[in-house]
């Protein structure tokens, strides 16, 4: 069995019901939200509150806040996705795989979804 023929084996097929895909996108939400929330925690000690805006939660940051921290608060969001593969890795490859192609899905639409609240925004 070659590599493609072994992972289109492990694919679930379109039959299942569609609450079993977005089950995918949980633990990517929390690590992209989780890392912004510790990061923001162990860096100055502040908490976010996140706020529902339309199909989105979203939060914003207190005013004391410096641009440095700004930033490392913003792009951990995405390093908490990536380095969250890990874990998945280390039980399957394949689980690994998939929720790597899912952060590297995730990152590359980002910019073109997230309008005003993104996290590249500073």
Known sequence: MNFLEKIKSHLPTLTHHWTHYLTWLLP???AHEGSHWLSLY???GHKLAFRPKGYRWIWEFPEDVGLTHRRLVNYAGFAGEFLFSGIFFAF???WGFAYLLGACAHFLAYPHYAGGCSDFRE
């Open 92 to 94: 399957s490859w394949l």
């Open 28 to 30: 990517h939400t929390w």
């Open 42 to 44: 162990f860096l100055t």
